[in-house]
């Protein structure tokens, strides 16, 4: 276990993995505002664990794949976990919920533990993208209820979707709007408080 002196560890992850995809701009800005307050920050890409759709036939024959045990582990390693949503009819992608589907099937290992065990009590945080107005709001509250209810997390109240978000960014990847900064800011800051009290507790 960190010490209390040791940076909060928070691990990334965006909901698209494709080039240019706008919520891994945002995770980037996420994870810029995380640093400057003083966290410690990693990103996993949720492609590169090469989950294939979740199917029981596969679960039975080949068992649960390698990169679930990485999703697990990453989070283990971690105080906290922000994730970034596209929105997908009103839904967070595939990407995620696939990802999170094949972490609920993973059963503790000796000493490591059962995909479920892993985030239970673990806190989240929530933004999303879009390029439509609402900025994924609606597959952000989905992701919410989703993780809340079948993973025990414990999501951060504060959360912001980011709307107009392929008009968003500047060259350096920065948010153009300084409310918007704010927003990505002040839920990333609500995220490594709760985190800090659960490391504290
Ligand atoms: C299958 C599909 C469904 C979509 N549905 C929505 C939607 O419900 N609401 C929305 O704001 N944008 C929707 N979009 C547009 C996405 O927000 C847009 O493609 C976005 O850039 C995807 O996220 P990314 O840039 O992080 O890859 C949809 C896109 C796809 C491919």
């Not at 952000?140 to 968003?168: D, H, I, K, S």
């Not at 990847?173 to 927003?183: H, N, R, S």
């Amino acid at each position: 276990m960190p010490t209390t002196e040791e940076p909060l560890r928070l691990l990334l992850l965006a909901g698209s993995a494709r080039s240019g995809a706008l919520s891994a701009r945002l995770r980037d800005a996420a994870r810029h505002a995380a640093d400057a307050a003083g966290a410690s920050t990693s990103v996993l890409d949720l492609r590169a664990l090469a989950l294939p759709l979740y199917d029981a036939d596969f679960e039975v024959a080949q068992g649960v794949p390698a990169g679930v045990r990485s999703l697990r582990d990453a989070i283990v390693a971690h105080d906290a976990l922000l994730i970034v949503t596209p929105e997908y009819n009103g839904f967070p992608t595939p990407l995620v919920i696939n990802a999170f589907d094949w972490l609920s099937r993973l059963q503790a290992e000796g000493k490591l533990p059962s995909g479920l065990a892993t985030t239970a009590g673990k806190p989240a945080g929530l933004l999303a993208s879009s390029p439509g107005p609402l900025g994924g709001l609606r597959a952000m509250n989905f992701l919410r209820q989703y993780l809340q209810m079948a993973f025990a997390m414990l999501v951060v109240p504060q959360q912001y979707a980011l709307g107009r978000a392929n008009e968003a960014f500047d060259d350096t990847g920065a948010l153009k709007d300084p409310k918007a900064a704010q927003a990505v800011a002040g839920a990333v800051g609500a995220l490594l408080r709760v985190a800090a009290a659960l490391r504290a507790a």
